[in-house]
Protein backbone atom coordinates (compact mmCIF):
# COMPACT_ATOMS: atom_id res chain seq x y z
CA UNK A 1 0.00 0.00 0.00
CA UNK A 2 2.32 2.41 -0.97
CA UNK A 3 1.91 6.26 -0.60
CA UNK A 4 2.88 9.18 -2.66
CA UNK A 5 6.63 8.49 -3.53
CA UNK A 6 8.97 11.38 -4.23
CA UNK A 7 12.45 10.95 -5.30
CA UNK A 8 15.47 11.61 -5.08
CA UNK A 9 14.73 13.08 -1.25
CA UNK A 10 17.59 14.91 -1.58
CA UNK A 11 18.85 17.06 -4.20
CA UNK A 12 22.17 19.90 -4.85
CA UNK A 13 22.74 21.44 -7.75
CA UNK A 14 25.14 23.84 -8.83
CA UNK A 15 23.75 27.30 -10.08
CA UNK A 16 22.73 26.80 -13.94
CA UNK A 17 21.98 23.27 -13.83
CA UNK A 18 18.95 21.41 -14.31
CA UNK A 19 17.01 19.92 -11.58
CA UNK A 20 14.54 17.12 -12.42
CA UNK A 21 12.13 15.80 -9.28
CA UNK A 22 9.56 12.94 -9.72
CA UNK A 23 6.63 11.89 -7.79
CA UNK A 24 4.80 8.58 -8.01
CA UNK A 25 0.76 9.47 -7.06
CA UNK A 26 -0.68 6.71 -4.53
CA UNK A 27 -2.10 3.97 -6.63
CA UNK A 28 -5.35 5.00 -8.09
CA UNK A 29 -4.81 8.59 -7.73
CA UNK A 30 -4.88 10.29 -11.24
CA UNK A 31 -4.60 14.05 -9.69
CA UNK A 32 -1.03 15.52 -8.73
CA UNK A 33 -0.32 18.68 -7.14
CA UNK A 34 3.05 20.23 -6.75
CA UNK A 35 3.88 22.77 -3.97
CA UNK A 36 6.98 24.36 -2.49
CA UNK A 37 8.23 25.27 0.99
CA UNK A 38 10.36 27.04 2.29
CA UNK A 39 12.29 26.78 6.16
CA UNK A 40 10.09 27.36 8.44
CA UNK A 41 6.93 28.47 6.14
CA UNK A 42 3.29 26.96 5.02
CA UNK A 43 3.39 25.56 1.79
CA UNK A 44 2.85 27.37 -1.66
CA UNK A 45 0.86 25.94 -4.52
CA UNK A 46 2.84 25.97 -7.91
CA UNK A 47 0.66 23.37 -10.41
CA UNK A 48 -1.72 20.84 -10.07
CA UNK A 49 -2.19 18.19 -13.15
CA UNK A 50 -4.18 15.63 -14.56
CA UNK A 51 -2.91 12.52 -16.74
CA UNK A 52 -1.41 14.49 -19.82
CA UNK A 53 -2.97 17.71 -18.74
CA UNK A 54 -2.00 21.37 -16.81
CA UNK A 55 -5.09 22.33 -14.84
CA UNK A 56 -4.11 25.05 -12.77
CA UNK A 57 -0.32 26.60 -13.05
CA UNK A 58 -0.88 29.51 -11.28
CA UNK A 59 1.43 28.90 -8.99
CA UNK A 60 4.25 28.27 -10.71
CA UNK A 61 6.53 31.01 -11.91
CA UNK A 62 6.77 31.95 -15.77
CA UNK A 63 10.14 30.83 -16.38
CA UNK A 64 12.54 27.73 -15.88
CA UNK A 65 9.94 26.23 -13.97
CA UNK A 66 7.88 23.37 -16.00
CA UNK A 67 5.46 19.84 -14.74
CA UNK A 68 4.50 17.22 -16.33
CA UNK A 69 2.18 14.36 -15.70
CA UNK A 70 2.39 12.00 -18.43
CA UNK A 71 0.41 8.68 -19.57
CA UNK A 72 2.75 6.28 -18.52
CA UNK A 73 5.15 6.97 -15.47
CA UNK A 74 6.03 9.97 -12.72
CA UNK A 75 4.66 13.65 -12.73
CA UNK A 76 8.01 15.42 -13.01
CA UNK A 77 8.57 18.86 -11.93
CA UNK A 78 11.92 20.71 -13.84
CA UNK A 79 13.42 23.64 -13.13
CA UNK A 80 15.96 25.17 -15.69
CA UNK A 81 19.23 26.93 -14.83
CA UNK A 82 18.49 26.60 -10.95
CA UNK A 83 19.23 29.51 -8.83
CA UNK A 84 20.00 29.92 -4.96
CA UNK A 85 16.42 31.36 -4.28
CA UNK A 86 14.98 27.62 -5.90
CA UNK A 87 16.62 26.24 -2.86
CA UNK A 88 13.55 24.53 -0.86
CA UNK A 89 11.53 21.40 -0.14
CA UNK A 90 9.35 20.39 -3.02
CA UNK A 91 6.04 18.05 -2.16
CA UNK A 92 4.01 16.47 -4.18
CA UNK A 93 0.40 15.45 -3.50
CA UNK A 94 -2.00 12.99 -4.93
CA UNK A 95 -6.15 12.79 -4.71
CA UNK A 96 -8.23 10.43 -6.69
CA UNK A 97 -9.99 12.57 -8.17
CA UNK A 98 -11.77 16.24 -8.64
CA UNK A 99 -15.12 15.51 -7.19
CA UNK A 100 -16.32 18.51 -5.44
CA UNK A 101 -13.03 19.53 -3.39
CA UNK A 102 -14.02 17.22 -0.67
CA UNK A 103 -10.89 14.56 -0.41
CA UNK A 104 -8.07 15.07 1.03
CA UNK A 105 -4.49 15.29 -0.29
CA UNK A 106 -1.90 12.33 0.04
CA UNK A 107 1.60 14.16 0.44
CA UNK A 108 4.73 12.64 -0.17
CA UNK A 109 7.82 13.18 2.09
CA UNK A 110 9.35 16.09 -0.84
CA UNK A 111 12.63 16.87 -2.29
CA UNK A 112 14.83 19.25 -0.73
CA UNK A 113 16.70 21.04 -3.41
CA UNK A 114 19.90 23.05 -2.45
CA UNK A 115 21.28 25.22 -5.06
CA UNK A 116 24.98 25.67 -4.52
CA UNK B 1 -1.37 37.87 3.12
CA UNK B 2 -2.22 34.27 2.47
CA UNK B 3 -5.68 32.58 2.67
CA UNK B 4 -5.38 30.41 6.15
CA UNK B 5 -3.34 32.12 8.83
CA UNK B 6 -2.40 30.39 12.11
CA UNK B 7 -2.07 31.49 15.44
CA UNK B 8 -0.01 31.17 17.33
CA UNK B 9 2.55 30.90 15.44
CA UNK B 10 4.51 28.60 17.79
CA UNK B 11 3.21 27.19 21.06
CA UNK B 12 5.15 25.58 23.80
CA UNK B 13 2.89 23.14 26.30
CA UNK B 14 3.42 20.17 28.72
CA UNK B 15 2.41 17.15 28.37
CA UNK B 16 -0.84 16.67 29.46
CA UNK B 17 -2.08 20.01 28.66
CA UNK B 18 -4.84 20.83 25.73
CA UNK B 19 -3.09 22.96 22.89
CA UNK B 20 -5.40 25.18 20.81
CA UNK B 21 -4.57 26.22 17.19
CA UNK B 22 -6.42 29.11 15.28
CA UNK B 23 -6.81 29.62 11.50
CA UNK B 24 -8.13 32.64 10.06
CA UNK B 25 -9.14 32.80 5.67
CA UNK B 26 -10.21 34.84 3.67
CA UNK B 27 -12.60 33.83 0.68
CA UNK B 28 -15.53 31.24 0.79
CA UNK B 29 -14.41 27.64 1.10
CA UNK B 30 -15.99 24.26 0.49
CA UNK B 31 -14.27 22.66 3.10
CA UNK B 32 -11.26 23.39 5.51
CA UNK B 33 -8.72 20.81 6.52
CA UNK B 34 -6.05 20.20 9.06
CA UNK B 35 -2.69 18.48 8.13
CA UNK B 36 0.34 17.97 10.37
CA UNK B 37 4.04 17.81 9.65
CA UNK B 38 7.08 16.38 11.17
CA UNK B 39 10.29 17.76 10.98
CA UNK B 40 11.84 16.68 7.33
CA UNK B 41 8.77 14.67 6.19
CA UNK B 42 5.51 15.48 4.60
CA UNK B 43 2.15 16.30 5.54
CA UNK B 44 -0.25 14.30 6.85
CA UNK B 45 -4.18 14.62 6.78
CA UNK B 46 -5.81 15.11 10.42
CA UNK B 47 -9.14 15.75 9.71
CA UNK B 48 -11.08 17.42 7.21
CA UNK B 49 -14.66 19.72 8.25
CA UNK B 50 -16.94 20.66 5.52
CA UNK B 51 -18.15 24.32 5.28
CA UNK B 52 -21.97 23.30 6.52
CA UNK B 53 -20.42 21.43 9.90
CA UNK B 54 -19.86 23.05 13.05
CA UNK B 55 -17.71 20.97 15.19
CA UNK B 56 -15.69 17.76 14.47
CA UNK B 57 -14.32 15.37 16.82
CA UNK B 58 -11.62 12.33 15.58
CA UNK B 59 -9.47 11.02 18.85
CA UNK B 60 -8.11 13.30 20.94
CA UNK B 61 -8.65 16.06 18.02
CA UNK B 62 -11.21 18.36 18.08
CA UNK B 63 -12.31 21.37 14.70
CA UNK B 64 -14.56 23.85 14.71
CA UNK B 65 -15.60 26.07 11.98
CA UNK B 66 -17.38 29.33 11.86
CA UNK B 67 -18.02 30.37 8.59
CA UNK B 68 -19.61 33.99 9.87
CA UNK B 69 -16.00 34.64 11.27
CA UNK B 70 -13.87 33.06 8.51
CA UNK B 71 -12.46 31.25 11.09
CA UNK B 72 -11.56 27.60 12.50
CA UNK B 73 -9.46 26.18 15.72
CA UNK B 74 -8.22 22.97 16.56
CA UNK B 75 -8.00 21.49 19.80
CA UNK B 76 -5.41 18.49 20.93
CA UNK B 77 -6.40 17.46 24.40
CA UNK B 78 -4.61 15.70 26.84
CA UNK B 79 -1.03 16.34 24.68
CA UNK B 80 1.86 14.14 24.51
CA UNK B 81 5.34 14.57 23.30
CA UNK B 82 4.80 12.79 20.16
CA UNK B 83 2.24 15.42 19.23
CA UNK B 84 5.14 18.23 19.00
CA UNK B 85 5.16 19.22 14.98
CA UNK B 86 3.67 21.81 12.80
CA UNK B 87 0.03 22.14 12.63
CA UNK B 88 -1.21 23.49 9.39
CA UNK B 89 -4.80 24.92 8.11
CA UNK B 90 -5.47 24.38 4.52
CA UNK B 91 -8.88 25.70 3.00
CA UNK B 92 -10.68 24.93 -0.35
CA UNK B 93 -12.19 27.40 -2.32
CA UNK B 94 -15.44 27.06 -3.78
CA UNK B 95 -14.89 25.96 -7.58
CA UNK B 96 -11.50 25.03 -6.98
CA UNK B 97 -11.97 21.43 -6.51
CA UNK B 98 -9.24 19.60 -3.79
CA UNK B 99 -6.32 22.66 -5.01
CA UNK B 100 -5.80 23.93 -1.31
CA UNK B 101 -4.20 26.98 0.50
CA UNK B 102 -1.82 26.12 3.44
CA UNK B 103 -1.21 28.78 5.80
CA UNK B 104 2.07 29.47 7.76
CA UNK B 105 1.38 26.71 10.72
CA UNK B 106 2.07 26.44 13.99
CA UNK B 107 4.51 25.05 15.34
CA UNK B 108 3.78 23.17 18.24
CA UNK B 109 6.26 21.95 20.82
CA UNK B 110 4.93 19.78 23.79
CA UNK B 111 6.99 19.23 26.72
CA UNK B 112 7.65 15.54 28.68
Known amino acids: NAGVMQNPRHLVRRRGQEARLRCSPM?????VYWYRQLPEEGLKFMVY????????ESGMPKERFSAEFPKEGPSILRIQQVVRGDSAAYFC??????????????FGNGTRLTVT | SQQGEEDPQALSIQEGENATMNCSYKTSINNLQWYRQNSGRGLVHLIL?????REKHSGRLRVTLDTSKKSSSLLITASRAADTASYFCATARLGAGNMLTFGGGTRLMVKP
Open chain 2, 49 to 53: IRSNE
Open chain 1, 27 to 31: KGHSH
Open chain 1, 93 to 106: ASSPGQGVGNSPLH
Open chain 1, 49 to 56: LQKENIID
